[in-house]
């Protein structure tokens, strides 16, 4: 049993483009999104902050729809990558996966 990346011949780019994705997804998160200014006050809002300024207003319920489709969900996303191509898969049903996954290409065609 072999992971996607070892059958592959363990190039370098999948590491290293998963790697930079989940760095600028950090970044993205982090560093400020807008800056509203007023005058002389500058106020500037990251993703993560405009988050907890929504649960401090008392926006639950917007808060948890943004952290779900602005954080879980990218986080997911990367995850699911990660193990899609480093986790060893067995070769048991491997035909059936591939039949599974042309299947939209073959509806396509047709």
């Known amino acids: 049993m072999a992971s996607l990346w070892k059958e592959c011949g363990q190039p370098l780019s999948p590491p290293l483009v998963l790697a930079s994705a989940s760095m600028t997804l950090a970044a993205g998160l982090c560093l400020p999104v ?3 200014r007023s005058g002389l006050v500058h106020d500037s809002y990251s993703v993560l902050g405009g988050i907890a300024d929504l ?3 008392g926006e639950v319920l ?3 729809i943004v952290l779900a489709f602005s954080v ?3 986080i997911g996303k990367l995850g699911a990558l ?3 191509l480093f986790l060893p898969h067995s070769g048991a049903g491997e035909e059936q996966r591939r039949a599974h996954l042309a299947r939209p290409i073959r509806l396509a065609c047709s």
């Open 72 to 74: 879980l969900f990218p």
């Open 55 to 57: 649960v401090r207003s």
């Open 34 to 36: 807008v800056t509203l």
């Open 82 to 84: 990660v193990l899609a």
């Open 62 to 64: 917007l808060a948890l």
